[in-house]
C-alpha cells in the first residue's frame, strides 16, 4: 500500500513555462515533506522541504504548497529550465513518534524543452 | 558531489551469490541509511545506522544484513542473491539521523543479478 502517491510517471513542459509536480499521502501522522532531484547516474538530492506548520516554502525558482486537508503537496519551478530535466521524488516522514524515516515516491520524471 | 561516497559502482552476479556494497558518509555525519531502487519503484527503505549501533529497520530481507563499522563507513551485505534483487542500492548519509535531518545521498551501486 503506497503511502506517498505520484500518480503522474512523466511531464514534458516548454522552457519559460511553470512546471507543477503533485503528490498525494494517505498517513496523518505524516507532517514533513520533502521534494529530492535525481539526474541519471546519480543520487537523489535535496530540493526542498516543508512542515506542516506551513502552506507554503518557497527557494527561488522552486515552491512546495502543501494542503493537509486533502493530504496534497505541490512544487512549482517557475520558470523552468532545461536543466530541471530530472526525476523528482516527493518523500513525507512524521517527525513525532517513530516515523521520522521518509517514505518515498515512486518518482516524476520531469522533460523541459529548449 | 553529496560527500558521500559508494563503492562499487556497478556489480554484476549470479544468482546464490553473495556481496558486499560500501558507503563512506560525509565527514561529520553520525547516521548511514541504505535504500533499494528497483525498476520504477520508489526508493524503499532498508535499514538505518547511527554511530555504529542500528537504529532502524525497514523492509530488509534476512538475506540481506548491514553494519556500521568504528570509522563509521557502512557495508550492507546481500547474500543467496535473487534475480529479483537486481536494484539500485543507495547511501545516505545524515548528521544525527532524527526528525527533519537532511538526508544526503550516494550515487548508488547498481546490483545485476544474472
Known amino acids: 500500500d503506497q503511502q506517498v502517491k505520484q500518480n503522474s510517471p512523466s511531464l514534458s513542459v516548454q522552457e519559460g513555462r511553470i512546471s507543477i509536480l503533485n503528490c498525494d499521502y494517505t498517513n496523518s501522522m505524516f507532517d514533513y515533506f520533502l521534494w529530492y532531484k535525481k539526474y541519471p547516474a546519480e543520487g537523489p538530492t535535496f530540493l526542498i522541504s516543508i512542515s506542516s506548520i506551513k502552506d507554503k516554502n518557497e527557494d527561488g525558482r522552486f515552491t512546495v504548497f502543501l494542503n493537509k486537508s486533502a493530504k496534497h503537496l505541490s512544487l512549482h519551478i517557475v520558470p523552468s529550465q532545461p536543466g530541471d530535466s530530472a526525476v523528482y521524488f516527493c518523500?513525507?516522514?512524521?517527525?513525532?513518534?517513530?516515523?521520522?524515516?521518509?517514505?518515498f515516491g515512486r518518482g516524476t520524471s520531469l522533460i523541459v524543452h529548449p | 558531489d553529496s560527500g558521500v561516497t559508494q563503492t562499487p559502482k556497478h556489480l554484476i552476479t549470479a544468482t546464490g551469490q553473495r556481496v558486499t556494497l560500501r558507503c563512506s558518509p560525509r565527514?561529520?555525519?553520525?547516521?548511514v541509511y541504505w535504500y533499494q531502487q528497483s525498476l520504477d519503484q520508489g526508493l524503499q527503505f532498508l535499514i538505518q545506522y547511527y554511530n555504529g549501533e542500528e537504529r532502524a529497520k525497514g523492509n530488509i530481507l534476512e538475506r540481506f544484513s548491514a553494519q556500521q563499522f568504528p570509522d563509521l563507513h557502512s557495508e550492507l551485505n546481500l547474500s543467496s542473491l535473487e534475480l529479483g534483487d537486481s536494484a539500485l542500492y543507495f547511501c545516505?548519509?545524515?548528521?544525527?539521523?532524527?526528525?527533519?535531518?537532511?538526508?544526503?545521498f550516494g550515487p548508488g551501486t547498481r546490483l545485476t543479478v544474472l
Open positions: 518523500a513525507a516522514s512524521g517527525t513525532s513518534g517513530g516515523s521520522y524515516i521518509p517514505t
Open positions: 565527514s561529520g555525519d553520525l547516521s
Open positions: 545516505a548519509s545524515s548528521v544525527v539521523g532524527w526528525g527533519t535531518d537532511t538526508q544526503y
